[in-house]
């Protein structure tokens, strides 16, 4: 089916076409048309048109008033202050307009002209570590990003850029060599809990090995240049360590309901045969010099708090390799061999200088053209007391922990307000609602802000929540229940009906999904979608206590009530699903 047009795209060209007929001299002039709490939209755009051409506003839109075709879409359009056009929408044209949305099993939204290739950077664990606090935003908002951009039609790669590669891999190598059966594995065990009870010991013991006995140091230390030259033993007892982290890791993103799968893992190791030809290439180009026997890029704008360049440094003076040199060689391989068209990394704010210098330095060499690479920076998670969010004792909020209270916070929430529940019911719904409460905190935060984590908040059913979404969502599935007991009609569109304001109201809200989806994936905000999905909930909250669906007075306004409530619920499980969270049918 063809994309639908939303009314604000078919009121603009109205708008549009009217100035070009009043004033042609204005042809292509955007009338600046904008959601309005005087009529259902306003054209702003005759205030600047006049002062360019050096005329009268009010005059100016009295004339496109005059041209205007009104004709199945606008009821009425007149001029309002100094030369604004406040125009309402017919009936007919929002109820026509949305059945050909819920005729649509994309509910009318259009697919990319020139669909591209986006590589999308995000979550990046280290290998052998546990996963913290710090990594929820990134896993969250660029499985968000990813769902959006695969929904408008973008072929999108997914990179879990993990820490797999560096100096402890010899710590912890040469303690598997000499504690060969730390990684053992107890018949059936695979969790992700015991994968991280392992690497926990293995890590925790290799420290204090490493910490205490100088010579256990320097054989680690050999082990490390065993492991950058490729040898056998070291190597494969470097992908036990990974394999057992991809246990946890996989543990984790089940958990939160993310696509990243064991395909998307390509760490630093990744890139180690390339690092020598890179560092010779940008040498030999000049775009990389030594400096203090270090391979070095410097910036004539980035400076340190001494006045002194700050360089990024592409390979240290002991011939070791950085995060500089594995994200420049990442960059070649996803511009030259995944022929990406963008490149997305949704990396913590403070990570913002290291991407601004990487990016110029592969500008420099050739290797990323412009407008190509983009850093998206997010807050960060604080506490109830405002600061970076810890445990009372002041360590790093564990993530498996945070997720499992919010799922366990959830199951009093369901179980107080859907008793009849079986314990097996409560938990599947616990763990929708909990970790969608999790992941709509922080995708209904702007990307750049810092939010606090309140799980009291987050599983309320009141205010901007993802239950408040679940609950508006079930809330239709019940009534649709109770339609179809009591032989209601079938939901239909009845364009020829008269709408009430909040029917009017939802109508209009329902139509902007598409905008919506398309503005949050041209920005990269997810947060532009859940402001949107809470909006029609709460549009969906005054239509149901001001319109009596099933009780309506006419079989007509009944079919076509229940004509809403279903695209409301397809809308809104639409939108959640693009933003990873479930949609239960009872709540």
Request: with cysteine.
């Amino acid at each position: 089916m063809s994309p639908v047009p939303s009314i604000t795209e078919a009121v603009r060209q109205r708008i549009s076409d009217a100035l070009a007929a009043a004033l042609p001299e204005a042809a292509g002039a955007d009338p600046l048309l904008r959601r309005s709490d005087r009529a259902d939209l306003q054209a702003n755009g005759m205030l600047a048109l006049a002062k360019r051409l050096k005329g009268n506003p009010r005059e100016l839109a009295g004339r496109v008033v005059g041209e205007v075709a009104t004709e199945g879409l606008i009821a009425d359009v007149e001029v309002s202050g100094p030369g604004f056009l406040n125009i309402t929408v017919s009936d007919e044209a929002i109820v026509r307009t949305l059945a050909a949305r819920a005729a649509d099993e994309r509910l009318g939204v259009p697919v990319a002209e020139r669909p591209g290739t986006v590589v999308i950077d995000y979550s990046q664990p280290n290998v052998a570590k546990e996963m913290h606090v710090g990594h929820l935003r990134s896993t969250v908002i660029g499985d968000a990003l990813t769902r959006i951009l695969e929904f408008r039609g973008e072929k999108v790669i997914r990179r879990n850029h993990v820490g797999d590669w560096g100096t402890q891999f010899g710590m912890l190598t040469q303690y598997l060599i000499e504690h060969p059966h730390e990684l053992d594995h107890q018949d059936g065990e695979e969790s992700g809990g015991a994968a991280m009870s392992r690497l926990n010991r293995l890590y925790r013991d290799s420290r204090a090995v490493f910490d205490s006995d100088p010579e256990f140091k320097e054989r680690a230390r050999r082990r490390v240049v065993e492991l950058q030259a490729g040898g056998p033993e070291t190597l494969a007892l470097w992908q036990r360590i990974v394999d057992e982290s991809k246990i946890y890791f996989n543990a984790i993103y089940a958990r939160l309901d993310v696509l990243l799968t064991d395909d998307d893992l390509v760490g630093e190791s990744a890139y180690n045969d390339d690092l020598e030809a890179l560092s010779r290439e940008l040498e030999e180009s000049g775009v990389a010099v030594r400096s203090d026997g270090a391979l070095c890029v410097f910036f004539d704008d980035i400076k340190g708090p001494d006045d002194r360049p700050v360089p990024l440094i592409v390979r240290k003076a002991d011939g070791g390799f950085g995060y500089a040199a594995t994200d420049l060689a990442a960059i070649r391989n996803r511009v030259g061999s995944l022929h990406a068209d963008t490149l997305l990394y949704v990396v913590d704010a403070r990570q913002a200088l290291h991407f601004r210098m990487v990016f110029e330095t592969a500008r420099r060499a050739g290797w990323l053209p412009d407008g190509v690479a983009h850093h998206l920076p997010f807050g960060t998670v604080l506490g109830k007391d405002g600061k970076p969010f810890k445990t009372r004792s002041g360590e790093t909020v564990r993530l498996m922990d945070l997720l499992d209270e919010a799922v366990e916070r959830a199951a009093e929430v369901v179980a107080s307000k859907a008793p009849d529940l079986s314990p097996a019911e409560v938990a599947e719904r616990a763990t929708e609602v909990g970790i969608g409460a999790v992941k709509y905190a922080d995708l209904s935060t702007s990307r750049s802000r810092d939010y606090v984590f309140d799980l009291d908040r987050m599983v309320s059913l009141n205010g901007d929540t993802s239950v408040y979404l679940q609950y508006a969502f079930a809330r239709i599935q019940s009534i649709l229940r109770r339609g179809a007991e009591r032989g209601a009609p079938a939901a239909a569109a009845h364009p020829e009906l008269s709408l009430a304001p909040a029917e009017r109201a939802l109508g209009l809200q329902l139509d902007a999904f598409g905008e919506t989806v398309d503005a949050a994936a041209e920005s990269y905000e997810p947060h532009k979608l859940a402001a949107y999905l809470y909006g029609l909930a709460s549009q969906f909250t005054t239509f149901y206590d001001q319109c009596p669906v099933l009780a309506a007075p006419e079989q007509a306004i009944v079919a076509n009530r229940l004509f809403l409530c279903e695209l409301t619920a397809r809308t809104l499980r639409e939108g959640m699903g693009l933003l990873g969270i479930h949609t239960p049918e009872r709540l």
